[in-house]
């Protein structure tokens, strides 16, 4: 029997409920992507496009984009970030992609744009609609469950002291602080991955 999921086609979301062979569009734009389910499974996060509307980052002119959450039914669309210019890096938003809710459902993380070496994490509160720069990162999982549920898995692009830079997955807390290095490679975060998987809920 299938499992409830989301996907998106030709711009639109489509959510499919478990048990059910036929997807049913929820979101009609033709702008949307980046589609994530909510832990319950009630809610859908999105990153919808802005064509012709672009915001100036460190890198140019980027989309403005902006980040919404619907219910799997259709019903209650809200915006809760929308693209904006500001002098500094971490504060510009667009081009956002990767919304993923914390394991309460409470807060979405994405990702931005930001620097020329380094996009940027955001955080907003689902209900608020507060939002705030976490960390740099190049890309952003959520831990779902285990011992550290919450937790960030983040690629970050950083610098040796005798010169040259590398590009690790390192685990943050939910706002920002680093826990530890998970390592360079596919499989040193897929046994992560499996370690907090055998944890269990």
Do not use: C
Not at 6 to 25: D, F, I, L, W
Not at 44 to 50: E, H, L, N, S
Not at 84 to 100: D, H, I, K, N, V
Not at 164 to 174: A, K, M
Request: glycine share 12%; proline share 6%; hydrophobic share 35%.
């Amino acid at each position: 029997m299938p499992a409830q999921s989301v996907t998106v086609e030709g711009g639109n979301v489509y959510y499919r409920a478990s048990g059910q062979s036929t997807p049913r569009r929820v979101t009609s734009s033709g702008h949307d992507r980046d589609a994530s389910l909510s832990p319950d499974g009630r809610t859908i996060a999105f990153v919808r496009g802005t064509p012709g509307d672009s915001v100036q980052t460190a890198l140019g002119p980027d989309e403005a984009t902006s980040v919404w959450v619907v219910r799997t039914d259709g019903s209650g669309a809200r915006m809760l970030v929308r693209g904006r210019a500001a002098g500094e890096p971490e504060r510009a938003l667009a081009l956002m992609s990767s919304p993923q809710f914390s394991p309460d459902g409470k807060r979405l993380y994405f990702l931005s744009v930001a620097w020329v070496t380094s996009g940027a994490v955001h955080a907003v509160d689902v209900a608020s609609g507060e939002e705030r720069f976490v960390l740099p990162g190049l890309s952003v999982e959520v831990v779902p469950r285990g011992h550290y549920a919450g937790h960030l898995l983040v690629t970050q692009h950083r610098y040796f002291i005798i010169g040259g830079s590398y590009d690790w997955v390192w685990l943050f807390t939910p706002d920002g602080r680093e826990v530890g290095p998970i390592g360079e490679s596919d499989a040193a975060v897929a046994t992560f991955r499996e370690d907090f998987e055998d944890d269990g809920p």
